[in-house]
């Protein structure tokens, strides 16, 4: 059995009190929401054979249909991860350090409500802090008021890395049929407690008149996470939608204590197109949600910068169902191996996007922007692969 996650007490003597967050009300109305698949982690220490491969059997449909799952019973309780230090809205400006989304290719730092540059852009109403490698190095690079609850911080972090992930990553090279340990050793970064990916504590405020008419209820554009896995903590507040295979947005819906498990574009590539790196975005919530703050905490989690990614050809079931040509990642990558170009590695091809970053509901400068069966698309060139993206 996999150890439950136990953190440093909240209550340690200097720490000050935190008010757990308190759940605002889930929409009543009557949404089109997306039909996820569960998977109750524990379930993968199960003695009985049987019952492994009957969640192996379910996460297969569910990232081959969807890209997305709802994880549960993964060892951090629903009253823990109420607890979990909240990201402090404006006391984070104090001893911040700025965001640096330009040159370097990463987005450490707090970010302002206003896009995604170091210099001030149009208000987009979201707020973050992300946390990578630097900041769990150098508590210079962490706000002064998140100090006092670091020890719960890194704990977290190290729990959500070394033990969530690290079976996520085990029932999906099951689900390659190679050994538990493969996507682990030789697809996940592992230094540190995010090793190459980040943690961000996120609020989405309510939209205000400029941020309506900007991005006209879309709060950030299509698009796919690059790492491997993306582990979203469910929350009330429902604007994460996922593009369907039938080309439909759809809300995700709050499944409380639950993660929202997102596969990267890396595993993708890796699995050779039978997992779904799937779209999302982020919109306005329903109606009656409107009015309502938006708490978002994530971590994604980064292949190894150094690797240019290949489908897993030792994997039986690549051998035997062979590639799957689906939209996405893993087509536009054959292409450049096809006219003998080289791959670009993992850094390159997350620090190239991140260096474009902009205001989360505009096209990129270099953007094309086309209609597919009436559908607005964004299609965009990084690193000689084309990508298209529903806006
Ligand atoms: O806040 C969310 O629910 C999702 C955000 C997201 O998709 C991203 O930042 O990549
Ligand atoms: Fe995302």
């Not at 799952?69 to 006391?91: A, C, K, M, N, W």
């Not at 990916?197 to 400029?210: H, K, L, N, S, V």
């Amino acid at each position: 059995m996999a150890e439950l996650f136990n953190p440093p007490a909240a209550d340690l003597p200097g720490k000050p009190f935190v008010e757990q967050w308190v759940r605002p009300s889930t929409t009543k109305l009557d949404i089109d929401w997306a039909q996820l698949r569960t998977i109750e982690l524990s379930l993968l220490d199960s003695p009985d054979p049987k019952v492994v491969q009957n969640l192996v059997d379910t996460c297969r449909a569910a990232i081959r249909d969807d890209g997305f799952i709802f994880l549960t019973d993964y060892g951090v309780s629903y009253d823990q991860h109420r607890s979990v230090p909240p990201p402090q809205h404006e006391r984070r400006r104090q001893g911040t350090p700025a965001l640096e989304p330009d040159e370097s290719g990463t987005f450490a730092g707090w970010k302002p409500r206003f896009g995604w540059r170091r210099d001030k852009g149009a208000p987009d109403g979201i707020e973050h802090y992300n946390y990578y490698q630097p900041q769990f190095e150098s508590m210079d690079k962490v706000p002064t008021c998140m100090h006092p609850f670091w020890d719960e911080i890194l704990a977290f972090c190290n729990y959500l890395t070394y033990s969530v992930n690290r079976r996520l990553l085990k029932l999906l090279s099951k689900v390659l049929e190679l050994p538990d340990d493969w996507l682990w050793d030789r697809v996940q970064s592992k230094n540190g407690p995010v090793g190459q990916g980040y943690f961000r504590q996120a609020m989405y405020y309510p939209a205000d008149a400029d941020v309506t008419a900007r991005g006209k209820g879309t709060r950030m554009n299509g698009h796919c996470d690059y790492g491997t896995t993306t582990m979203l903590f469910s929350v009330p507040i429902s604007s994460l939608q996922i593009w369907g295979r039938d080309e439909k947005w759809r809300y995700v819906k709050y499944n409380p204590g639950a993660l929202v498990i997102n596969i990267g574009e890396t595993l993708e590539l890796v699995s050779g197109g039978h997992f779904r790196a799937t779209r999302h975005r982020v919109v306005d919530p329903p109606e009656d949600q409107l009015k309502e703050e938006r708490l978002s905490i994530v971590l994604f989690q980064a292949s190894e910068g150094d690797l240019r990614m290949e489908p897993a050809y030792e994997s039986p079931l690549l051998k035997r169902e062979g590639c799957i040509d689906s939209q996405g990642a893993y087509r536009e990558f054959k292409k450049l191996r096809e006219k003998g170009m080289a791959i670009p590695t993992n850094r390159q091809w997350r620090e190239v996007q991140i260096a474009d970053s902009h205001h989360p509901t505009d096209a990129a400068p270099n953007d094309t922007i086309v209609y597919i069966n009436g559908a607005k698309h964004l299609k965009r060139e990084y690193l000689g692969v084309n990508i298209l993206l529903p806006a």
